[in-house]
């Protein structure tokens, strides 16, 4: 026997479809994000394949990318856009959504001043609905005058910023925390394509960094401080690792 949906308001009125918001409202479920121009995605083979295997260890079954592309590229149409912020969510029951809104702008990223923060995400390797923790540490950082928080242990390792990756600079390589931490998706191309280790990386160890940047779906930035140490926009650093994010191929999400 299928249990109804429950009664849903809002703002004392009575939804539409209260089986889809109820899925929706759960909490647990994992999503991707992705910036879209002229109908293409850069990775579009990596959020697919994330988004499969995100699917298989919380709901127990895979997702055929093309149906996500087609959804995806459905989207798009309907909202009357080629170029958009893209993310796909799903949810228990394996229940796709989409969504379209502005693009972000294009070009590097402002400098951002981090404050740490003493937390580590659940389940990092994931994507997840789960970002509370995050963002209320994202939130207090921004209140206090910064842009973002990083991540770190009770002993001061770094693993991610609340809703970016991070990479030191030493001179030589781009230095990836080894932490637990979602890889994420601009990471991933990124990281092959420059000089770069994964090792632990510690508020201690911070003074020895030449430049630090932060990546995420939206733009690639220079770190100008965490906490009380100034890091250098390395401008030559900043160029290489834009011309290897620009040169990466742009994939068609229509199938």
């Known amino acids: 026997m299928t249990t109804p949906p429950p009664h849903i308001e809002i703002d004392g009125a009575p939804v539409a479809d209260p089986g889809t918001l109820a899925a ?85 990223g402002a400098p951002q001043r981090l404050a740490t923060a003493e937390y580590w995400r659940p389940a990092p390797h994931i994507k997840h609905l ?59 191309l990124l990281a092959p394509r420059l000089p770069s280790v994964r090792r632990p990386v510690t508020l201690a160890d911070l003074a020895g960094y030449r430049a630090a940047l932060v990546t995420n779906s939206r733009s690639v930035a220079p770190v100008t401080a965490i906490d009380e140490v100034a890091f250098a926009v390395d401008e030559e650093l900043m160029g290489r690792v834009h011309a290897a994010y620009d040169a990466v191929e742009w994939d068609e999400l229509r199938p």
């Open 24 to 108: 929706v409202m759960t909490g647990f479920g994992h999503f991707t994000a992705m910036q879209v121009r002229d109908g293409r995605a850069k990775g579009l083979d990596l959020h697919l394949a994330r988004l499969d295997r995100s699917t298989r260890e919380l709901f127990g079954r895979g997702l055929d990318g093309e149906e996500v592309r087609a959804l995806a590229a459905g989207a798009l149409e309907r909202a009357g856009r080629r170029d958009a912020s893209l993310r796909v969510y799903v949810y228990p029951g394996v229940r796709v959504a989409v969504t379209v809104a502005a693009p972000a702008p294009d070009g590097p």
């Open 130 to 188: 789960g970002g509370f923790g995050q963002s209320y540490h994202r939130e207090a950082a921004v209140r206090a005058g910064y842009d973002e928080a990083v991540l770190t242990s009770p002993y001061g390792e770094i693993a991610e910023g609340s809703i970016t990756n991070i990479a030191f600079w030493d001179g030589t390589s781009l230095v990836w925390p080894s932490a637990p931490c979602l890889e994420g998706i601009t990471m991933a």
